[in-house]
């Protein structure tokens, strides 16, 4: 009896866990960007992965920081980086602040740094962290149900924090990194420009 309830508690976990799939016909644009990228992926970026890529990415939910929701479905028609990150893990205070300045630097219209707090606290540790590091030009999001992470680790693309994704104007992910990255740096930013069509 008890091994049956613990395979129906598995099964209501695995459906509540946002939907990622293979995106034979969602991201038909994908596989291009993702070829004009992959000579980019070196320096200061070189462990970004594009194998197993695209993947269509529309469903993965989140909150914002006044508690409503948003996904990646919402922001359709822009580049996203998608930064999974917590204020106890070193690596990801570390990229904080060049995350910040990446966002500052390429963000607007067809980019968005969307960092998302992993924090059980959450929104209150993470806002407290952005106002500690004067991180003004990002916008507080988390993970309420801390499904992301299990997610795409089912998925292969997250081993470790932080975990990054690069996601197409489509809402296909393109490439994704286990760990951190100094992503203010110059080929940081000509990857993502390659990708929103701006060279």
Same mark, same amino acid.
């Given at each position: 009896?008890k ?5 129906v ?8 866990? +946002? ?8 991201c038909?644009?994908? !596989?291009?960007?993702?070829?004009s990228?992959?000579?980019?992926i ?8 594009? @194998? ?18 948003? @996904? ?5 028609g !822009?580049? *996203?980086? *998608?930064?999974?990150?917590?204020t ?8 904080? +602040?060049?995350?910040?300045? *990446? ?8 980019f ?6 992993l924090?059980?606290? /959450?929104?209150?540790? /993470? ?6 590091? !004067? ?17 795409l680790? !089912? ?17 296909? @992910? ?21 990708v929103?069509?701006?060279?």
């Amino acid at each position: 009896m008890k091994q049956w309830a613990s395979k129906v508690l598995l099964m209501m976990g695995m459906l509540m866990l +946002p939907a990622v799939g293979w995106a034979a016909d969602a991201c038909p644009a994908s !596989k291009a960007r993702i070829d004009s990228i992959d000579p980019l992926i070196k320096g200061a970026i070189a462990a970004l992965q594009i @194998s197993g890529h695209p993947r269509d990415m529309s469903g993965l939910s989140f909150k914002r920081e006044d508690g409503s929701d948003v @996904s990646v479905a919402d922001f359709e028609g !822009k580049v *996203l980086l *998608l930064n999974l990150w917590a204020t106890w893990c070193a690596p990801c205070r570390h990229e904080m +602040p060049d995350l910040n300045a *990446l966002q500052a630097s390429v963000g607007g219209d067809d980019f968005e740094v969307v960092t998302i707090s992993l924090d059980r606290k /959450a929104p209150a540790k /993470a806002r407290e962290f952005f106002d500690a590091f !004067k991180l003004n030009d990002l916008e507080l999001f988390y993970d309420e149900g801390m499904a992301l992470f299990p997610t795409l680790r !089912k998925q292969g693309m997250a081993f470790g924090m932080p975990t990054t994704l690069i996601i197409d104007q489509d809402g296909c @992910s393109l490439a994704h990194m286990s760990g951190s990255a100094p992503w203010a740096d110059e080929q940081a930013k000509l990857m993502i420009r390659d990708v929103i069509g701006k060279q």
